[in-house]
């Protein structure tokens, strides 16, 4: 570990403080830090969505506040980057706002910083006056069940991050010679694998989706992709605009059960307006006779899609010789219950379904950041109330690390906004102690250079963004992205 510096006690006395650092350029003249009352410095941990309007709000609410942003990739954004699907380009807009907050004189942009590694929570604690944890939920649900570690078997997370151009997942290299695709649960992520895997090459080329992932994808054989789900059609978890691109996605029909959607129809007045509206589609789709034009379109089709409801998976079943997967074993499941609340019950019946590329698309998971902070493993949260970390004065969060893997970019900005509203109550009330000024990122910013660490600006970032944009330019693509680390690093190298 560093020596301490000697910011943590007297700023003005720090030593490394007046070098030209390149990083502090954005740090905001002229602004004190030991003034009669105290500038709040504020940071917020991960740039995802959550991260990104956490800030927007404290900074359009509070006309002094400062507010940085680490984030441990050298580029922003989170899932807006590295989830979001490169054919749902619309959804990515948003980088917009983000890019007006992070412009903002009282915001500044720590990227390639770790925290918890390069720098602790409790550092941070000591440099600014609050800390919100937006870090989002990396890792991956495990299915906990023989073979899911075969080769053949991939974590959504790891497919998704992978033809997004995650620098993690760029050598994932996934085999794609089987006809037949499983993807276990049935979500949007499921659904948006599902596109990835059956939606026409020039669809795709038009895209930002990693260069790799295109090569790959353009080889691919699979031609039949099913989404097996443990409950029944009234629990899945996709939405209707998910579900209709998915019905129309060209070159690709729809196979159904017809039985799996009979009597539907008859309930459906009782449901809520959102599952009514999903479950309609599902049961015309389903059970009406197409159109003409329609039936025409589907008898050309050379892909499909299923959905395989009540199955859930007891095991992945290796190949002969062992060294791959060759299809998942499911057990036949019944429901308790009714609604959205339905617990799948195994009946004990079991069915096998060959196939050699199988996906777990069962959700995401937030890891905890640091012993000093409090976490529930079995939920993957950090506890709170309204944002507030509870039994840490001074520590709140928001998005996916405070409420779980759920939710859209919109219930990600509501959620959010409710914890820096909580964390600009605190300031008025007095419960955020402003007693003591704090030195925020330049004392950070001193401790990251001792260890070596060079944090990207976002000005830095613009200067990957040009890179990305013009070399996508060249090939009719929105952005080429970077798959590594290094070469972003290089591009910023001062
Ligand atoms: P994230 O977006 O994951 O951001 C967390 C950030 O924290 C990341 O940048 C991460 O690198 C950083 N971080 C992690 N650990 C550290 C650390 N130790 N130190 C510093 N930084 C750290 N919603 C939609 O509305 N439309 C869509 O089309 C859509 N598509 C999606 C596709 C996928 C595959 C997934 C998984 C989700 C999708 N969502 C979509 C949901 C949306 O992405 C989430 O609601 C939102 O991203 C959650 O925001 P977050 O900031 O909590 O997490
Ligand atoms: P999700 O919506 O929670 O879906 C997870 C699926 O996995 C469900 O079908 C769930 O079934 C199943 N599952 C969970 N544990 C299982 C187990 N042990 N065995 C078998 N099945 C299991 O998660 P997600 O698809 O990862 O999406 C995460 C969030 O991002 C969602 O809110 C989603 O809407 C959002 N997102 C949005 C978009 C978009 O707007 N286009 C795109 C992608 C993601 P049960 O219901 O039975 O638990």
């Not at 650092?21 to 500038?39: D, N, V, Y």
């Not at 479950?279 to 329609?294: D, F, I, Q, R």
């Not at 039936?295 to 095991?315: D, H, K, M, N, Y």
């Not at 609340?341 to 777990?360: H, K, N, Q, R, Y």
Request: with cysteine.
């Amino acid at each position: 570990m560093a020596p301490r510096c000697s910011w943590m006690w007297r700023l003005p006395r720090c030593p490394l403080l007046g070098r030209n650092l390149s990083t502090t350029r954005r740090l905001g003249a002229g602004r004190s830090l030991s003034s009669k009352s105290p500038t709040p410095q504020i940071c917020v941990v991960g740039s995802g969505p959550a991260g990104f309007y956490t800030a927007q709000h404290l900074l359009k609410h509070h006309s002094e506040a400062i507010v940085d942003i680490y984030e441990k990739l050298p580029v922003p954004f989170g899932l807006v980057r590295f989830g979001v699907a490169p054919d749902h380009p619309e959804v990515k807009n948003v980088i917009n706002t983000f890019t007006q907050t992070a412009r903002s004189e009282r915001c500044n942009f720590l990227g390639n910083v770790t925290v918890g590694r390069d720098v602790t929570v409790e550092e941070l604690q000591r440099a600014y006056h609050a800390i919100v944890l937006s870090y989002g939920a990396e890792d991956k649900k495990e299915l906990g069940i023989p073979g899911e570690k075969l080769p053949g078997v991939y974590s959504a997370r790891d497919f998704v991050g992978w033809y997004n151009g995650l620098p993690d997942n760029r050598y994932l290299s996934p085999d794609l010679s089987s006809e037949t695709a499983v993807i276990l649960g049935q979500g949007n992520v499921a659904l948006d694998i599902a596109r990835m895997l059956l939606s026409p090459l020039e669809l795709l080329e038009k895209t930002d989706v990693a260069q790799p992932a295109l090569e790959a994808l353009s080889q691919s054989r699979v031609k039949k992709v099913w989404l097996v789900g443990r409950r029944g059609p009234l629990q899945v978890a996709f939405t209707i605009k998910e579900l209709r691109e998915m019905i129309n996605l060209p070159g690709t029909r729809p196979i159904y059960d017809p039985s799996d959607f009979q009597g539907l129809g008859d309930i459906l007045k009782d449901l809520p307006r959102p599952r009514k509206r999903l479950t309609e589609l599902l049961v015309k789709s389903a059970l009406e006779e197409p159109g003409e034009k329609e039936a025409v379109r589907r008898a050309q089709c050379t892909r499909e899609w299923g959905l395989r409801f009540f199955r859930s998976p007891i095991a992945v079943l290796p190949s002969e010789d062992g060294k791959r997967a060759s299809g998942v074993r499911l057990s036949v499941t019944r429901l308790e219950g009714s609604g959205e609340s339905a617990v799948s019950v195994p009946t004990g019946e079991t069915e096998d379904m060959p196939c050699g590329l199988i996906f777990s698309s069962i959700g995401y998971r937030s890891v905890p950041i640091s012993p000093g902070v409090p976490f529930l493993p079995r939920q993957g949260i950090i506890p709170n109330s309204m944002g507030r970390v509870l039994g840490a004065p001074g520590l709140y969060c928001s998005g996916w690390v405070k409420r779980g893997p759920t939710g859209v970019i919109t219930t990600t900005m509501t959620d959010s906004f409710d914890t820096a509203q909580s964390l600009l109550e605190d300031l008025k009330s007095g419960a955020l102690n402003l007693s003591n000024s704090r030195p925020g990122a330049s004392a950070i910013r001193e401790l990251l250079l001792l260890r070596g660490v060079d944090p990207v600006s976002f000005s830095d970032w613009e200067k990957i963004d040009a890179v990305e944009t013009a070399q996508g330019l060249k090939v009719g693509k929105p952005r080429e992205k970077i798959l590594n680390t290094e070469e972003m690093l290089q591009l910023v190298s001062r």
